[in-house]
């Protein structure tokens, strides 16, 4: 009869303790890339396009790790529970939706490094949300770490704000641009920001239903009423 292994249980561990300090990596490469929109500083945008290469090492790392595990779980006749197959399966989803964040934060950087438009000033609105997604990344990573499904939902709730914003920074920019307050070039560039900022909260919100499927074993749809929890058979 097949066992649980023991030395599956720590390789799981130790595996998720990497994507821990990979998400913190990412976390701090998009803090760098937005402070460095909104304080318009190409040069410190310039360095954050350099982190990209130690989440790109990693991000392949893990994935060829938890491929190994469940390879060698299958051959070894290794059985293993439920919750690991699950986080093993969250772990490799949720390892890809950093390294996009990841490339998402270097677009914004590149954003920055080459912007014609670094001289105009960056709406408040834009600042706001920044602040949120840096905010929600660091939640949805803090709850992947703690296995905290409660913060994982307070993050999915947050998505729709985002959206809020965006719209309101589009009809502002095209209102400043319209009464020649605001270059063109200044216009596309926060809008730019703002889409990759939008996106990067998508990404969370995705890391945020893959920590409550690993923790509660629920699926969480978006639907047109919101978001909803789909329970585990036989829960």
Not at 32 to 42: H, I, K, Q
Request: hydrophobic residues 45%; contains cysteine.
């Amino acid at each position: 009869m097949s066992t649980v292994s023991n030395g599956f249980s720590d390789r799981i561990a130790r595996l998720k303790a990497d994507l821990i300090a990979q998400g913190r990596r990412v976390q701090a490469l998009t803090e760098d890339a937005f402070r460095a929109a909104a304080e318009r500083d190409a040069g410190a945008a310039r360095h954050v396009v350099t982190l990209d290469d130690a989440v790109d090492r990693v991000d392949v790392e893990i994935e060829q790790a938890a491929v190994a595990i469940l390879s060698e779980a299958t051959r070894e006749n290794a059985e293993l529970e439920p919750s690991q197959v699950r986080e093993v399966l969250t772990i490799v989803k949720v390892n890809n939706e950093l390294e996009r964040v990841a490339d998402l934060g270097v677009a914004i950087a590149e954003r920055v490094a080459i912007s014609r438009s670094l001289d105009q000033q960056i709406p408040p609105t834009v600042v706001v949300m920044g602040n949120s997604v840096v905010g929600i990344l660091r939640d949805v990573v803090t709850a992947l770490e703690h296995a905290d499904a409660k913060l994982a939902k307070v993050a999915l709730r947050s998505e729709d704000t985002l959206e809020a914003f965006k719209s309101a920074l589009l009809r502002d920019a095209e209102n400043q641009i319209a009464m020649d307050r605001m270059t063109p070039d200044h216009g596309f560039f926060l809008a730019g920001v703002a889409a990759q900022l939008v996106t990067i909260a998508d990404h969370c919100s995705n890391i945020a239903e893959q920590v409550i499927y690993a923790t509660t074993g629920a699926i969480v749809r978006h639907m047109t009423s919101g978001w909803v929890e789909i329970p585990r058979p036989g829960a």
